[in-house]
């Protein structure tokens, strides 16, 4: 098995890459067509391939939103490995905590478009969300905030609101990223808690090469990546290049042969 580094995310330990599930559940962030095509060849076999394949490889957790069919995968992948699979849950409805809680999730975080509604830019803070992060506590999950807004960082650290981490977009475009990456790259940097890094490849339109060698080396050791696999050969291909970064190695990847590359062969 790959030994992915964990990180300490309020008492637990989670791998710093993560499996993130929109290329499972249907979120392609690019054409209806490509959901439809995900929802179509996504079953319940090819889910848990992906899961089995991810603990395989050290990776142990899993980010996504209520879904029953992904937490029936999680809890089959769980009974067949006999270890935990941590469930990241990012709800956006406040009785969702109750199925989270239900489902077992350990981490949850209340949805980008639940968080980002209660940014006050002029009085530089999130009154408000504290109810949805009481409720994470009361039910002895750990709270964390997705958001797309590079101020619910800054804004959650200064007021000292109980969380135990963050879900920032970041990548080298700048893909839905509210602000330069520069600055997405300071904050995340100075932010007191762990930040799962979401869409490093900028939802597919840059390559895990790209992708990763930017993000692991401009974001710290107790970050998170966050990565949606879309078959296992994904997964272990993934995990390669983010090794061999960390572990400053060449890449011992399978290139893709075209036609057009042919006369690069040795």
């Known amino acids: 098995m790959n030994k992915i580094p964990k990180t300490n995310v309020g008492g637990i330990y989670v791998s710093r890459l993560i499996c993130g599930t929109n290329w499972i559940l249907g979120y392609s962030h690019q054409t209806s067509s490509k959901d439809r095509m995900i929802?179509?060849?996504?079953?319940?076999?090819?889910?848990?391939?992906i899961l089995c394949t991810c603990m395989k490889n050290g990776i142990n957790a899993v980010m996504g939103p209520p879904n029953e069919l992904l937490s029936k995968c999680i809890d089959k992948v769980k009974e067949k490995f006999g270890e935990e699979l941590i469930y990241i849950c990012t709800p956006w409805k406040i009785e969702e905590i109750d199925w989270a809680k239900e489902k077992g999730a350990k981490i949850c975080m209340p949805h980008t478009s639940v968080t980002d509604t209660?940014?006050?830019?002029?009085?530089?803070?999130?009154?408000?969300?504290?109810?949805?992060?009481?409720?994470?506590?009361?039910?002895?999950?750990?709270?964390?905030?997705?958001?797309?807004?590079?101020?619910t960082i800054i804004y959650a650290d200064n007021t000292n609101l109980d969380v135990e981490t963050y879900i920032q977009i970041y990548n080298p475009i700048g893909f839905?990223?509210?602000?330069?990456?520069?600055w997405i790259y300071k904050i995340i940097n100075e932010a007191k808690k762990p930040v799962m890094i979401i869409k490093p490849?900028?939802?597919?339109?840059?390559?895990?090469?790209?992708?990763?060698?930017?993000?692991?080396?401009?974001?710290?050791?107790?970050?998170?990546?966050?990565?949606?696999?879309?078959?296992?050969?994904?997964?272990?291909?993934?995990?390669?290049?983010?090794?061999?970064?960390?572990e400053k190695r060449k890449s011992n990847l399978e290139y893709q042969i075209t036609r057009s590359k042919k006369n690069l062969e040795k």
């Open 39 to 49: 929802k179509q060849i996504m079953e319940e076999k090819k889910i848990i391939d």
């Open 201 to 246: 490849f900028a939802s597919g339109r840059i390559s895990p090469f790209v992708g990763l060698n930017f993000v692991v080396n401009t974001i710290r050791d107790i970050d998170m990546i966050t990565i949606g696999f879309n078959s296992p050969y994904e997964v272990e291909e993934d995990v390669e290049i983010f090794l061999s970064i960390i």
């Open 176 to 182: 839905l990223c509210n602000i330069e990456v520069e």
């Open 118 to 151: 209660y940014v006050n830019k002029r009085e530089k803070n999130l009154k408000g969300i504290e109810v949805w992060l009481e409720k994470i506590r009361e039910y002895e999950m750990i709270p964390g905030l997705s958001t797309h807004v590079p101020e």
